[in-house]
């Protein structure tokens, strides 16, 4: 079982940037494939990004691509979420999640473990 703890989030004026992290505890954290999803007020949670076990492959749904960026550290056992070019409809809160299965990764489905979230609120 693995705990996830993210942190990072906060007030930022459109345009800005924020860097998510999202620590994990265990020692099998390279065992994990990892996502960020997100769910803003009065809407479902929705995909943002992710990466697999290595850190060599990475997906980011369209809404981000381009300003978002999702990386991982396996020594530290953490994964990131570097946001550039922040928008008001970024406003949401944050969920990182881990999963030891393989299967979609934009799929709330396929992910087991969730932290508790972290706000972000893009002002204009």
């Known amino acids: 079982q693995v705990q996830l703890v993210e942190s990072g989030g906060g007030l930022v004026q459109a345009g800005g940037s924020l860097r998510l992290s999202c620590a994990a505890s265990g020692r099998t954290f390279s065992s994990y494939a990892m996502g960020w999803f997100r769910q803003a007020p009065g809407k479902e949670r929705e995909f943002a990004a992710a990466?697999?076990?290595?850190?060599?492959?990475?997906y980011s749904a369209d809404s981000v691509k381009g300003r978002f960026t999702i990386s991982r550290d396996n020594a530290k056992n953490t994964v990131y979420l570097q946001m550039n070019n922040l928008k008001p409809e970024d406003t949401a809160v944050y969920y990182c999640a881990a999963t030891p299965r393989y299967g979609s990764r934009w799929s709330e489905r396929t992910y087991d473990y969730w932290g508790q979230g972290t706000q972000v609120t893009v002002s204009s």
């Open positions: 990466i697999n076990r290595s850190g060599s492959g990475t």
